[in-house]
C-alpha cells in the first residue's frame, strides 16, 4: 500500500484507533472518507477536520449498501478499504445470560467486517491499486480471559484475512492486517487510563510507520503485539496468558 494518495474509506473511525488512524492518513496526503452510527459526532468531525463522513450501522446489511452507494457517488477513485468498527465487551460465560452480548459482539466484529467485503469486493478490483485492511487484535492468538467473544471474534478475522488475500492474489487488491496490542483507547471503560497500555499516539506512529517503510506487509505488527501474536509458535503461550490476565 502507498502512504499517500489514496481515497480511503473507514468505517468505525470517529473514535479510538479508527479516528487517530483516519487523521494521520489525511495528513499522509490521502482524501480520507470515515463513517459511523452516530450523525451529531460525523458532523463535528466533518466541521473539525474536514472529512467527508457518512452515517453507517454495520450490523445493518442494509445500512452497509446504502453508505457503500453514498461513498462511491461521491468518492469513485475509491482504493482503500479499512474495516475498523468493532466493539470489546466482558462476559461470564459461567452463566447463560453472556449469549446477548456474544450475538452482539459476533455480528458487529465479524459480520460487519465481511459484509463490509462483500459491499466493496467488485468495486476495489476495478481500482489499479487497491487495498483492504482488517482489524485484529494479539487478543485473537493470546486470549483475555474475560472477553471470550471478542477474542474469538478477532481470531476469525485474522483468518478470514489470511483467506481473502489468498483469492484477490492475481488481482490489483492488497489484503493487510492490523494486529493492535492493548492500546490506552476507550474500547472498554477505563482502558485509556491503563498505564501498562500502549499510549494512542505510539501505536499510530509505530503503525504509520510500518505501512509506509513495509508496502508489502500481511500484517502490521507494531513491538508491543509481537509476544501476543507468536506465543505459541516461541513456546510461550503459558507465560503469555498469564501477562495478559495481570492486568
Do not use: C, W
Amino acid at each position: 500500500m502507498n502512504i499517500s494518495d489514496n481515497t480511503i474509506f473507514i468505517p468505525g473511525g470517529t473514535s479510538g484507533i479508527g479516528l487517530a488512524l483516519a487523521l494521520r492518513l489525511q495528513e499522509a496526503g490521502n482524501t480520507v472518507v470515515i463513517g459511523g452510527r452516530r450523525t451529531e459526532v460525523l458532523d463535528r468531525l466533518a466541521a473539525e477536520h474536514g472529512f467527508d463522513v457518512v452515517t453507517l450501522d454495520i450490523g445493518d446489511p442494509a445500512s452497509v449498501l446504502s453508505a457503500r452507494d453514498t461513498v462511491l457517488a461521491a468518492h469513485p477513485d475509491l482504493n482503500v478499504l479499512i474495516a475498523m468498527a468493532g466493539i470489546m465487551v466482558a462476559e461470564d460465560v459461567t452463566t447463560a445470560g453472556f449469549l446477548g452480548t456474544a450475538e452482539r459482539i459476533i455480528d458487529t466484529n465479524v459480520l460487519g467486517p465481511v459484509r463490509l467485503v462483500a459491499a466493496f469486493t467488485e468495486h476495489l478490483q476495478t481500482r489499479s491499486d487497491a487495498t483492504i485492511i482488517t482489524v485484529s487484535s494479539g487478543l485473537a492468538h493470546t486470549p483475555l480471559r474475560v472477553t471470550p467473544s471478542y477474542n474469538a471474534s478477532k481470531a476469525f478475522i485474522h483468518q478470514f484475512t489470511e483467506s481473502i488475500r489468498l483469492q484477490f492474489a492475481g488481482t490489483s487488491v492488497q489484503v493487510i492486517e492490523l494486529v493492535p496490542p492493548a492500546v490506552r483507547t476507550e474500547l472498554m471503560p477505563g482502558q485509556s487510563q491503563v498505564e501498562a497500555f500502549l499510549p494512542l499516539d505510539d501505536y499510530i506512529n509505530e503503525t504509520m510507520s510500518l505501512l509506509a517503510s513495509e508496502p508489502d506487509a500481511t500484517e502490521i505488527l507494531v513491538e508491543r503485539v509481537k509476544p501476543l501474536r507468536f506465543s505459541e509458535v516461541n513456546g510461550a503461550y503459558a507465560q503469555a496468558i498469564a501477562l495478559v490476565n495481570s492486568h
